[in-house]
């Protein structure tokens, strides 16, 4: 029983994890995803554009993954995913 506690949780983990592994750069990411955006129009283009703009407010307090949840999201709406975009350069 007490294996089953343990493991559990670090499936979870496991599983989690590929989702961040993509490094973001507070830097280069939102000018890539505003890029992108002002390329494809519309209103996911309007809401990827407002993600980008929390996720640059949470790189200024120093919270990079919670801002890469908000990049990613940004990018999904776009229909792409962060390791897509071209040259993310980490530690931004």
């Given at each position: 029983?007490?294996?089953?506690?343990?493991?559990?949780?670090l499936a979870l983990?496991?599983?989690?994890a590929p989702a961040?592994?993509?490094e973001v750069s507070?830097?280069?990411?939102?000018?890539?995803?505003?890029?992108?955006?002002?390329?494809?129009?519309?209103?996911?283009?309007?809401?990827?554009?407002?993600?980008?703009?929390?996720?640059?407010?949470?790189?200024?307090?120093?919270?990079?993954?919670?801002?890469?949840?908000?990049?990613?999201?940004?990018?999904?709406?776009?229909?792409?995913?962060?390791?897509?975009?071209?040259?993310?350069?980490?530690?931004?």
């Amino acid at each position: 029983m007490l294996n089953r506690l343990i493991i559990l949780p670090l499936a979870l983990v496991a599983f989690a994890a590929p989702a961040a592994a993509v490094e973001v750069s507070c830097k280069n990411t939102p000018a890539q995803i505003r890029t992108l955006a002002a390329t494809k129009g519309g209103e996911d283009a309007t809401k990827a554009v407002k993600l980008v703009a929390t996720g640059e407010k949470l790189c200024a307090a120093d919270a990079r993954f919670e801002a890469g949840k908000k990049f990613a999201a940004a990018a999904k709406l776009l229909g792409t995913e962060l390791a897509a975009l071209p040259t993310a350069t980490a530690g931004q």
